[in-house]
């Protein structure tokens, strides 16, 4: 390989690297991992959320678009709180009359912002 040709720098592309384990990626894939607003009818009114799992959903307009329990105006860290204050996962979900597996959801949830970590890449100057 010429010595000129390996110094000369690349072209910009679309591809990123990822953090997580160094491989590129477009930008086509980075939009793949975008959410799609959910439209759907619940009692009688229009009710739209992005999807975070099976229980949990951020919903414009509802709680600051804070994680919430679905079809609940319940926000995700109250009810992680009182676990805090010596409530247990099957006494939040009675208490807010949400299934059980919400509750766990919404542990794994949390455990997951804490083992997934976020790049923040400063601009330019």
Known sequence: MNKAKAMTKAPPSNKRISARNGRQRSSADLRSKTKKLVREIYGGEPYEYYKLGRYIVSAPGVCGSRPTFKYTRIDVRHAL??????????????????????????????????????VVFAKAA
Not at 85 to 97: P, S, V
């Open 81 to 118: 709180s009182l676990l805090s204050e010596d409530y247990t996962a099957t006494e939040i979900a009675k208490a807010y009359q949400i299934p059980d597996e919400a509750v766990r959801e919404a542990l794994m949830f949390a455990a997951k912002s804490f083992t997934q970590p976020k």
